[in-house]
């Protein structure tokens, strides 16, 4: 192919820096975006063919690969009439299994979905759209969709979708193409995008995010695995459903506080986040169509970009106070949307590692206007669920309006036709399958939660449910056991030093103590207790910080036969004296530091630490 039949253009920000990371890990399908769907009826192969090749000629990313120039990739578009554009004319691979026995045609079909959701594409060569058709019997088809994401993205599958409905219904009754000719291609849009950002135009939008994203923090959610020095991208799925009464609350909350059902379901999936997390600094990444025009509205393309959602949920607010911060903080993001992703990340130069993305590690995403149905002519189409194996983040949440006639990306098998349904993707490499599955039912208790009182403090809505309380509360809980009756404390304790000796008995500020080291302390201490008059009837006062030490303390009273009175050094100094007088206590057992407190105390005072090194020289034994 000539030079005269190709035209080239600049990539936009997005499929630059998606380029650049498909050099950075080649062959690996990680930004594949499939679509499978089960035809049932009768199929006009012919139709199909015409309305693909169709579909590519309308929309030039389809034929579009990837030439490099001084390092950078150009888009390379085969003109229209070129006949001989390897890519102009889709290839239809059909592949026949009517020769193999229902239940095997189901094993090899998925192999197959599988085994091509996970193929890489060429991005130098392409095609970067793939069209599989697995033929079943003469009305059962499986058609499967490919593309890659730097031609496309989400909207881009409703995009294609409607296309498809419209040419096939046309081409099936030998009819022309009822679509009118695109008035703008996406190379148009990426020379404009290159054009108007820059300047004053994109400092002024790179000032607000170097604001918002100062200081911003790595999320880290407990995982169930070490993570991995260098991201996999292995993942899984969890599909959940959200009933339309749930949702109905919500929309009447969200109206209530003057904030739009996006925001109050960041604000919860926020809420679930810092619960797992214990951090007040939440960023999740978001996308946003970023089809402002309506010239754009119809192009397939790769348009989405990534917003920064970053909450401060400090100081315990009610959910009604983060939805305020939320809707301001969502606003500001909203107004400063046109600066790509790709030129964030190129511009602030975040800490790089390559075990988890930059900026955010969560995503969360939200399609609030369903789309419609496929029709196809003399077919019954109906989307199969795709168990998707890659993530580029630790987690994904994407949730979705559906209605009775919704078209799922999720495929079927829901158990409501009405709500939310969605998916919850996750890095395999850091979860197991049960942590996700609670993820799930605890995100729905939560959100119930809200609905019931939205003035409560985030800290304090309810998580599990009501099987999870029974489970903690009364099957964990059931650890009831019978105590000799003729034994004290401190003879259970030595009982479990001759069981587990080397086992870690007290763990305080990074600082462990074996049942055999935390004996031999307190022994030390009983015996140098027992010298200066500590035994049976004899009260000893206690007041040591919260540590290791005051453990040792309690069993060295205990060993020693006498009996203690714990005092809390935060009592003004006359409460104090008071109850060593008033409990007649002969010995205080206390810390250099807290003398002070006891300066009228008359009777023999030890310091655990002070007096430490004296005390090491007794015996080790059990009193």
Known sequence: MSSEEVFVF??????????????????????NVPTVIRLTGSLKLAALEETFNEIVRRHETLRTTFIVSDGQPLQAIPAESCANAPTLTIPLSVLDLQQLPDDEQEVKAKCIITAEIEHPFDLSSGPLLRVILLVLSETEHILLLNMHHIICDDW???????????????FAQNKPSP??????????????????????VLQTQLAYWREQLNGIS???????????????????????????????????????EDVTLFMTLVAAFQTLLYRYTHQEDIALGSPIANRNRSEIEGIIGFFVNSLVIRSNLSENPTFRELLGRVREVTLGAYSHQDLPFEKLVEELHPERNLSHHPLFQVVFGFQNAPMSSLELPGLVPSFMNI????????LELHLWKCSEDFRSLGGGNWEYSEGLRGVMVYNTDLFDKATISRMVEHFKTLLSAIVANPEERIANLPLLSEAELHQVLVEWNNTQA????????????????QEYPDSIAVNFANKQLTYEELNTRSNKLAHHLQKIGVCSEVLVGI????????????????????AYVPLDSSYPQERLVFMLEDAQVSVLLTQENLLKHFEGFSKPIICIDKDWETITQEKQDNP
């Open 10 to 31: 600049p990539a936009s920000f997005a499929q630059q820096r998606l380029w650049f990371l498909d050099q950075l890990i080649p062959d690996n399908g990680i930004y």
């Open 156 to 170: 881009s599958m409703g995009v294609l979708i409607r296309e498809l409905g419209t040419l096939y219904a046309a």
């Open 179 to 200: 679509l009118l000719e695109l008035p703008l291609q996406y190379a148009d849009f990426a020379h404009w995008q290159r054009e108007w950002l820059q300047g004053e």
């Open 218 to 256: 790595i999320l880290h959610l407990p995982t169930d695995k070490p993570r991995p020095a260098i991201q996999s991208y292995q993942g899984a799925t969890q599909f959940l459903e959200l009933p339309l009464k749930l949702i109905d609350a919500l929309e009447k909350l969200s109206q209530q």
């Open 387 to 394: 168990d998707l194996k890659k993530t580029r983040f630790d």
């Open 482 to 497: 019978d105590y000799p009756q003729d034994k004290c404390i401190h003879q259970l304790f030595e009982k479990k030093v």
């Open 543 to 562: 007041c040591i910080s919260q540590s290791i030490e005051m453990i040792v303390g309690l069993l060295g009273i205990l060993k020693a036969g006498g």
